[in-house]
């Protein structure tokens, strides 16, 4: 498909963080962009903003005249998450439109490009952030999909002037084989989206495959210990090609040394916290190396990264109350958050809000989530945000309070965790999960400022 022939452009679930990046770039470039979605959200209203349409009314009635009738210059861009009764997309489909998945658009916009891409069930979104604002820091620039707001841009979607393209490779759908990079990061391949793959050994060999895909001599990279084989290993304190090594917080703030066979970089500064964002960094300092960034301009980038949005957010830092808020929706992430919080805060007493996200994943991980937890000095647990699931017999919030290793949990509804704060005020608050637990975020720091 020749993207240049496209006019006009409409995406079915035009509110999901990888299809606003699209649907941003090309109304950026001219094109006549509109969408439909579910619900309302800030990131809807941002698109507004900057002149897309959006309707939230599942009926083609709403649809704008210039897509009512298929022509070879209108394309209908689509997410898997979309259900497959939509009104609006079987519309299109039964009058023959031209339609992609997201990940499709991505591998085609991809192609020529120098392209840089990074998967992992858990660490993509924050790595691949990292390795564009490296670039762009750095002067060496990028064009970029991420799957989260960058804080330093505040976007999800950047505009370079070179033919770099650093991407979101996402692991769910199997959308990331659309992909053929040059360099490709693999953060992670914990067992996840098994609605999906069905079993963890089938998500592995889809890793694989993705490795497989890397472009004639390009580079893999990836963390120590993952099932794949050749690239560069990265680890913290650990035996890998690369390593992260004297890793100490000074000032509150997390700072290593980078060192392998070719370079070491000391003292680099990282004002995200936590092992696992170390482990990121490795990964995008691996990459802006073979992209012959200097050093210096590295740790200069990383020492001003700010992060990205939901991903260890602070939204109320003050001597009465730390509250942060993160996208930790699988136990292995909880585990690393929860650590980072209590590594900085280890004297206060943490308080977490946790949103479970699909019935399937509580089901296939409620002993990992129950583990991870437990970490805490006190759970409100909410309901289970369903996304695009229908409820499953005998899967509620509640099995996983039941194997909890501390009794100081409760299961709340989003009004009562606003209660309990406005009452208690807690000193270390923690927000986490991927459903609409992030509506509770502004009512909650207006609660704390008080």
Partial sequence: MELEHIKRVYFVGIGGIGMSGIARYFHKRGLIVC????????????????????????????????????????????????????????????????????????????KGMFCIAVAGTHGKTTTSSMVAHILKDSGNDCS???????????SNVLFGTNRVMVVEADEYDRSFLTLHPDIAIVTSMD?????????????????????????????????AGLALEDGITYA?????????????????????D?????INIPAIKLALPGRHNIENALAAIQAALILHVPAEKIKTALANFKGVKRRFEYIVKSDNHIYIDDYAHHP????????????LYPNRKLTTVFQPHLFSRTRDFADGFAEALSMSDELWMLDIYPARELPMEGVHSQMILAKMSMNNHQLLNKQEVLDRVKKEQPELLLTVGAGDIDTLVEPLRNLLKR
Avoid at 236 to 252: C, F, L, N, W
Avoid at 258 to 262: G, I, K
Avoid at 332 to 343: G, H, S, Y
């Fill in 258 to 262: 980078f060192s392998s066979e070719e």
């Fill in 144 to 154: 970029a999909f991420l799957g989260g707001i960058a804080s330093n841009y505040d």
């Fill in 35 to 110: 969408g439909y979605d579910r619900t309302e959200t800030a990131l809807t209203a941002s698109l507004m903003n900057e002149g897309i349409a959006i309707v939230f009314n599942d009926d083609p009635d709403y649809l704008p005249f210039a897509f009512q009738e298929n022509d070879e210059q209108t394309l209908i861009v689509y997410t898997p998450a979309i259900p497959k009764d939509s009104a609006i997309l079987n519309y299109f489909i039964d009058r023959g439109f031209t339609l992609k998945k997201r990940s499709e658009v991505l591998g085609i916009l991809s």
């Fill in 191 to 223: 067992a996840d989206h098994l609605d999906i793959y069905g079993d963890p050994a089938h998500l592995t060999t889809s890793f694989q495959l993705f490795a497989a895909q890397i472009k004639k001599g390009g580079q893999l990279i990836h963390r």
């Fill in 332 to 343: 292995e992430e909880l585990k690393a958050c929860i650590t980072a919080v209590k590594t």
């Fill in 236 to 256: 913290v304190e650990s035996p890998a090609a690369i390593r992260a090594e004297k890793v100490r917080i000074e000032d509150g703030e997390f700072v290593f």
